[in-house]
């Protein structure tokens, strides 16, 4: 395929590529700042949190907030200036190795302070909120520090300006994560989803590393910015190409939980609810995405792959959803609701539209972050209580939990004048646009889903009749302060974000911040700049997306309840079991589509039967090849010992005929 | 035959020959000490063989053999005394009793 | 009596003749002695073998070292032999065996090893011109004391050790009593 070279292909906007800047000083100084404070709290925490009794938070709270404000600073000087920004600075070489040179260095664009204010913001709520929920904790001094840990390593995936550094940054956010999720290690269940999550995410990375080394053996260098010349690209096969993407992709896939990778993220939820929140909501998990993002240019380079990237990201949605809609455990709606707005964000990067799946990852964070929080904040009122068909009624009794609640549904159900209706119909409006309707379609179908099983979440847990325990009914009561106050903080960008940075329609602040980012990939893709059209083309997706929606909320309304509506549970259950298609959908997707069992079986029975011939082949050939040797050592030893019999006649008849077998060489082959 | 040199060096051959056999076959520590003596007297025929068929070299080569005789008498000493000595621990003069550093 | 110039019927020379003999002796003895069965006889053998060696020196014009070998040889050597064997007659009797298991394996490495050194011997090229030449007394005295002064002195140095050797092994135990008996060494008094 050739690669469109030219800047007249991307039409009526100029692409003015972005110059690489030195950094001040004071940009330097304000980078290490956000870096390094939350890795001074995690040491700081993690060798004095013990001996700081009920108070371990105090050094890692205040580390994050330290390090969102000054964050905040940097990322605000560099959105609000009239150029697009774009400095970095290297701190040192890290590995000077003959042709490997890495260094360690920085990287500060629109892109990167965009993905800084979400992780360092959500971050830090997430650490207000945790001094409530972890209240009763013995052990919270290792959550904090665990933390401050993944703080850490998030920021720096995200200001890292080599591949090698990334992929540094990358297993750090896994081992934060791996140490998060099985937090309460002496419990089983958290015990082995943190290892499945680990040990999926590996088999995810090794792709990804191989992928960095297709790049560095392709451009010759490890530099983000470096790689993106096209000249050594020009050069290369085009299948080549796409057989590197592709494994940069599986390495993305597997930290953003895609399929077939996603079978870690549901189990995930067995860590503390803010843990899924920061980590399995707004953050971690976006990795992938700011990933591909960010090496645009190259991904631009494999157009098969990026289909693939589509593909695959739209299916993780829609099967996301279906599974979404039958599970009972409150957080794992919300993890496999996580999974099918990845996908979205997925789809968006694989046919080419790099600012909405950005936005997106801004909305899906605020919104979804509120929505693990409150859902963390619903599960401490009904005492530990997670399964959906015990809860019932709570919205009199946790006003503030319910009312955030409610906007953050609305707003991931793509709700007006919510983040996510902009996002989301951002996302929707470029596949119609690049006419990619079959991604379109399943789009819309997903939004519909997404209704649905948002608001059959909230009416099961907040209206209707209470089915709570009645031993723990009395006992319903709001959260502290630093729990709802975290919420309602919270809902403000739920609110306000698609209102202030997605407007004006089509020409959005966000576009403009992001869009020189991506501008050399949109060259390459040759994707022309459409204009606006709000009677027109887009008003209609526009209707298109809210009337999808609303569809999908009100039959959940129909069917769960709504303030003051009742449930209408026995529809729900003959729904289920009408006829042979809706309860072969129900189990299938109340099973989850029996991928982990099939993964069980695959990876686990057969894996381990491998196992066993390969142990077999160890103890008998190997062991016993070594056994041999000593078993025969011995015995020729035990046979030799013999010679030795102390009497000194055998040892001259030794002498003698070996003095006559030398002698008669010598002799007669000198003859 | 006399005057020929081979004939004195086969001899002594043969005499060390026998004195080998003596010396591993037999049981006695004295025989072996014997039979030590019979080599001895085969290297210094010939030795002196050697001396007696050379002009330049004869006095030198009896005069080694003076030394050998002098030293074999000298081992025989020290050998037979320590015969003795073993001989009063172990009461037996065998050699193949004389076996404690077998394995 | 002139004796003819040759050996008669075998037209030999006479030397060869004494050669012969000698050598025949010579042969005999040292095999009876290794073969023998009791041990004084073989000591007997070797005196005799050690003659005909005498003799043999002799014919190799070495006067001197043939009396030389009689001298220390039969007068020394096999004096002591002779002693040492009575000394260490053991009170069971001859012993059954003369000859311990291993004599075959013994007897072939002698043979080979005489085989090996016959055929060294035989197929070496030797100056065929050579004759016997007689060692003076004369000449070997003034090489022994004139170029080989000092290994001669450490010779008596070493003959002088060898001595001393001799007596400290052969000692008997009362004259000095061992100090690691069993029991401990006992006292002057106790002895009696």
Do not use: C
Not at chain 3, 98 to 120: D, E, P, T
Not at chain 3, 151 to 178: E, N
């Amino acid at each position: 395929m050739d690669l469109v070279l030219s800047a007249e292909a991307a039409g009526g906007h100029a692409s003015e590529s972005l110059t690489l800047a030195a950094a001040t000083d004071e940009q330097r100084l304000l980078l290490l700042a956000v870096l390094l404070v939350p890795m001074a709290g995690f040491l700081l925490t993690g060798v004095l949190g013990r001996r700081m009794g009920h108070r371990p938070w105090i050094i890692s709270v205040s580390a994050v907030v330290i390090s969102a404000a000054l964050a905040t600073i940097l990322a605000f000087s560099a959105l609000l200036s009239e150029e697009p920004v774009r400095y970095g600075f290297t701190l040192y070489t890290w590995i000077p190795v003959g042709e490997l040179q890495v260094d360690f260095g920085f990287l500060f664009d629109n892109l990167t302070a965009v993905m800084v204010i979400v992780v360092t913001w959500i971050g830090a709520l997430v650490h207000i909120y945790s001094i409530g929920y972890m209240e009763h904790d013995a052990s919270k001094w290792r959550f904090f520090a665990y933390l401050n840990l993944f703080m850490f390593s998030m920021l720096l995936l995200v200001m890292a300006d080599s591949y090698l550094v990334v992929f540094a940054a990358w297993e750090l956010v896994g081992l934060s994560s791996y140490l998060l999720i099985g937090f309460w290690y002496t419990k089983r269940a958290p015990a082995l989803a943190s290892k499945k999550a680990f040990l999926v995410n590996r088999v995810a990375d090794h792709s990804f590393l191989v992928g960095i080394m297709g790049v560095f053996l392709i451009t010759g260098t490890m530099n983000m910015l470096d790689s993106f010349e096209l000249t050594p690209w020009a050069q290369t096969e085009w299948w080549v190409i796409d057989i590197v993407i592709l494994l940069l992709f599986v390495g993305a896939a597997g930290k953003s939980a895609q399929f077939p990778f996603h079978v870690w993220l549901p189990d995930a939820m067995e860590g503390p609810t803010p843990v899924s929140a920061l980590i399995h909501a707004a953050t971690m998990v976006n990795a992938g995405v700011y990933f591909i993002a960010r090496t645009s240019p190259v991904f631009a380079l494999a157009p098969e792959t990026m289909l693939l990237v589509a593909s695959i990201g739209i299916f993780t949605a829609i099967l996301a959803a279906s599974i979404a809609m039958t599970q009972r455990d409150i957080k794992k709606v919300l993890a496999y609701s996580t999974l099918s707005q990845l996908g979205y964000m997925f789809a968006a990067l694989g046919i080419g539209a790099w600012v909405a799946a950005i936005f997106h990852l801004m909305a899906h964070g605020f919104t979804k972050g509120l929505l693990f929080l409150g859902s963390g904040s619903v599960i401490h009122a009904v005492d530990g209580e997670q399964d959906m068909d015990k809860m019932g009624g709570l919205r009199k009794k946790i006003p503030i939990t319910h009312w955030t609640f409610l906007i953050a549904a609305l707003s991931l159900a793509g709700i007006p004048p919510l983040a996510g209706f902009f996002s989301k119909d951002s996302i929707l409006g470029e596949s119609f646009i690049f006419n990619d309707y079959l991604i379109f379609l399943i789009g819309v179908i997903v939004a519909a889903m997404t209704g649905f099983y948002m608001f059959r979440l909230v009416g099961k847990t907040f209206y209707g009749e209470s089915h709570v325990d009645p031993a723990v009914e009395p006992k319903v009561h709001e959260s502290p302060p630093s729990m709802t106050g975290t919420l309602l903080l919270l809902a403000i960008p739920t609110i306000f974000l698609g209102l202030i940075i997605g407007l004006p329609l089509g020409d959005s602040v966000i576009f403009n911040w992001l869009e020189p980012i991506f501008a050399p990939a949109n060259e390459i893709m040759a994707l022309g700049h459409h204009a606006y059209e709000l009677i027109g083309v887009d008003g209609g997706l526009i209707l298109v997306s809210v009337a999808v929606a609303s569809l999908g909320i009100g039959i959940a309304i129909w069917l769960f309840g709504f303030f003051g509506l009742r449930a209408r549970l026995d529809k729900v259950r003959e729904l289920t079991v009408r006829n042979r298609l809706t309860r072969g959908l129900y189990t299938a997707s109340f099973n989850k589509w029996w991928f982990d069992d099939l993964n069980h079986l695959i990876f686990y029975r057969f894996g381990t039967r491998v196992a066993d011939g390969v142990m077999w082949f160890d103890v008998k050939v190997i062991d016993g090849i070594v056994n041999g040797v000593g078993a025969v050592t011995q015995r020729v030893g035990d046979d030799v010992r013999h010679i030795q019999t102390g009497r000194v006649q055998n040892y001259a008849l030794g002498i003698a005929i070996g003095l006559i077998v030398i002698a008669g060489l010598f002799i007669f082959m000198a003859r | 035959m006399s005057q020929s040199l081979e004939a004195y060096l086969v001899l002594s051959a043969l005499l060390f020959g026998i004195g080998t056999f003596g010396f591993l076959a037999k049981r006695n520590a004295i025989a072996m000490l014997m039979s030590i003596e019979l080599m001895l007297n085969a290297v210094n025929l010939a030795i002196i063989a050697f001396g007696a068929f050379s002009a330049e070299l004869a006095a030198q080569f009896s005069t080694i053999a003076i030394f050998v005789i002098a030293l074999a008498a000298g081992e025989a000493t020290v050998g037979l005394g320590i015969v003795i000595a073993i001989f009063r621990n172990r009461r037996t003069p065998l050699v193949d009793e004389y076996a404690s550093m077998k394995e | 009596m002139e004796l003819p110039a040759t050996v008669p019927y075998l037209d030999w020379r006479w030397d060869d003749l004494l050669f012969l003999l000698l050598a025949g002796v010579l042969l005999g003895a040292a095999l009876l002695v290794v073969l023998g069965r009791d041990i004084i006889r073989s000591a007997l053998w070797l005196i005799l073998s050690f003659a005909a060696l005498a003799g043999i020196y002799g014919l190799l014009g070495s006067a001197f070292l043939a009396i030389s070998q009689v001298l220390v040889y039969i007068g020394a050597i096999a004096v002591l032999i002779l002693f040492a064997v009575m000394i260490t007659q053991s009170k069971r009797g001859p012993a059954k065996l003369v000859f311990n298991r291993q004599w075959w394996v013994g007897a072939l490495a002698a043979i080979g090893l005489v085989i090996l050194l016959v055929l060294s011997i035989l197929l070496t090229e030797w100056d065929p011109t050579a004759t016997v030449q007689v060692a003076d007394a004369r000449d070997i005295a003034l090489t022994l004391f004139d170029d080989y002064l000092f290994a001669f002195l450490a010779l008596g140095v070493l003959l002088l050790a060898g001595v001393i050797g001799g007596l400290y092994l052969a000692r008997r135990d009362d004259d000095m009593p061992m100090t690691n008996i069993p029991g401990g060494v006992p006292d002057e008094e106790e002895a009696v």
